[in-house]
């Protein structure tokens, strides 16, 4: 178990990068058989709501019971241009996808047995996926689960609250191994249940299936999620497949308000043991963490001694996702802004801290057309992703390291420089990482596309601008015309390619301090023609050959026969 001592010292560890040898003159590269990728997820960028056979999931069901909310029935139309997308990945370098399956599509709900089944057509869907990928030569990261439970589930089961729950998971998990154990190396469970847990289950339901004022539902959520993950691996492991699993866990770093002050020391380490030790710790040593037990106490589900040596190893690989940092003191302090009366029960009560505050020097997130701040929750602070990084590695520095999301909540400006400063100062850290000898093997940019966000399309994550169509996020379905939902690159996409390509940092860029108020730019297009382009081409550049100096006609060529193939569009506006 991490605890306070440890604590200190994993924010306070200084980077090892004089001991490596590092110099200014000397190109600052990554291991060889690095995965770069980026990050979607199936309800977020598929569409195809009701095709291939697929059925609705709680998404479906709660996005038209909620007039605020948005539906995702077309999102990025994934579902259809798949093909053009994975060319594109090719085309910039990434040697790596992360997605997910939607248990949806790929099973459908027998009302006479009382089971899901096997649906063809979409099992015939991400066979032809997985293979376009690995025709590419980029390595799938499959999750099992990312938050779209089917409704029947929800409805016929109770969903995440009744143990049932763990057979049926399991009998999704061993269709999907059956099917796809053969085209994937990396594989996980759950995608942050810390977050479709609290969401769903707490937080006063603010995502389906919009659990209220309890003091248990969270956590016997997270009971059958756990057992249902340790089952999951070990039908995997039954079938020796050639990979390696393990679950996707998140949390904002978390730093004492006062440093000095061993109180808020304690309340930093609450929260990330309440947020990833939750998870973490069942899996590497067979149960919840100490203070989660003791300060959840009777709220708390217990493991049977079977369930615990089941949890006890059930990983082969840690998956991190990290976007944020807070300042956090217990909520009894006199510094709290935020009283203990005002949390909300359950989970967010026996966590008893405030972290409304942001460390200084932090860049916020982007603001609307309203200027109206995007991701409330979010704020830029590179300095908190390798403690993090650092906390997770302390409960086995054996086990291998895949950052599996990081990236900017933006809006829909193409020229976003912020997003720019993000990515480079992040991965600088995910660098500065593994010259400590962290087993770093991944990193995967949230999101390839602009996406739906969980209610919404406004705030914007992708390295390529989405131009979505008024009918985006309508109750009802559309067919989307093919010159919609065109995708222009920005200014972070043509760093990562860069970096992408040759494995190294760009040698134009500059470690900011978290007090810099500017983000430098990269000349990506300094003698580029001022006109909009087709650019599924994106990737070769074609037209735009002074973009980085080394384009080739065997690419323009290249460029002209992915054109005649695909039907997305891609723009790149000068």
């Not at 339901?205 to 009971?223: E, Q």
Request: charged share 20%; net charge negative; hydrophobic share 40%.
């Amino acid at each position: 178990m991490v605890g306070v001592a440890h604590f200190a010292s994993v924010v306070a560890a200084t980077v090892g990068v004089a001991a490596s040898g590092a110099s200014k003159s000397t190109k600052r590269c990554f291991p060889d058989d690095f995965l770069w990728g980026t990050a979607t997820a199936s309800y977020q960028v598929e569409g195809g709501w009701n095709e291939t056979g697929r059925t609705p999931s709680i998404w479906d069901d709660f996005c038209r019971k909620n007039a605020d909310v948005q539906c995702a029935n077309v999102a990025d139309d994934f579902v259809h241009r798949y093909k053009g997308d994975i060319a594109i990945m090719k085309h910039i370098g990434l040697s790596s996808f992360r997605l997910s399956i939607s248990w949806s599509r790929l099973m459908t709900w027998n009302n006479t047995t009382k089971k899901m089944e096997r649906n063809q057509p979409g099992i015939d869907f991400y066979h032809s996926l997985l293979d376009t990928l690995h025709a590419a030569k980029i390595k799938p990261v499959v999750t099992l689960y990312h938050w779209d439970l089917p409704l029947a589930l929800q409805t016929n089961v109770d969903g995440w609250l009744d143990p049932a729950i763990v057979t049926h998971f399991n009998e999704y998990a061993e269709l999907v191994f059956d099917e796809f154990g053969a085209k994937a190396q990396y594989w996980t469970t759950f995608n942050e249940p810390t977050s479709f847990v609290l969401a769903g289950y707490a937080e006063q339901g603010r995502h389906p299936p919009s659990v209220k004022n309890s003091d248990t539902a969270a956590y016997l959520a997270t009971h059958h999620v756990l057992l249902s993950h340790a089952n999951a691996v070990k039908t995997f492991r039954s079938k020796s497949i050639d990979g390696q699993i393990g679950i996707v866990l998140v949390s904002n770093m978390a730093f004492p308000l006062d440093k000095s002050s061993p109180q808020d020391q304690e309340a930093a380490e609450r929260v990330l043991q309440f947020n990833v030790g939750w998870y973490l710790n069942p899996i590497v040593n067979g149960d919840y963490p100490e203070v989660v037990k003791k300060r959840a106490g009777a709220h708390l589900p217990q493991f049977t001694a079977e369930e615990s040596a089941l949890l006890k190893g059930s990983y082969d690989v840690f998956m991190f996702n990290h976007y944020s940092s807070n300042l956090v003191t217990d909520c009894a302090s006199p510094t709290s802004e935020k009283p203990c009366a005002q949390l909300a029960r359950g989970w967010a009560a026996d966590l008893g801290v405030d972290a409304v505050r942001f460390p200084v020097g932090s860049r916020p997130a982007s603001t609307n057309a309203n200027g109206d701040r995007l991701c409330t929750w979010f704020n830029g602070y590179p300095e908190g992703y390798l403690p993090y990084i650092r906390w997770g590695h302390a409960f086995n520095k054996s086990t291998p390291i895949l950052l599996t999301e990081n990236g900017w909540c933006g809006n829909s400006t193409i020229d976003n420089q912020d997003q720019l400063w993000y990515y480079q100062n992040y991965v600088d850290e995910v660098w500065q990482g593994i010259q400590e000898g962290i087993p770093i093997i991944g990193y995967h940019a949230w999101s390839f596309v602009d996406n739906y966000e969980w209610g919404s399309f406004e705030p914007r994550f992708g390295l390529f601008h989405v131009d979505f169509p008024a009918e985006t996020g309508s109750k009802e379905g559309y067919t989307p015309r093919k010159n919609d939902l065109k995708l222009t690159p920005r200014p972070a996409a043509f760093w990562y390619e860069k970096l992408a390509k040759t494995n190294c940092l760009p040698e134009e860029h500059k470690k900011h301090s978290k007090h810099d108020e500017e983000a430098e730019t990269v000349e990506l297009a300094a003698a580029a023609p001022k006109q909009s382009m087709s650019l599924l081409s994106w990737g070769f550049f074609g037209a735009v050959a002074a973009l980085a100096g080394f384009v080739y006609r065997k690419q323009r060529r290249q460029q002209r026969r992915i054109l005649d193939e695909q039907t997305p569009l891609v723009t790149k506006d000068l």
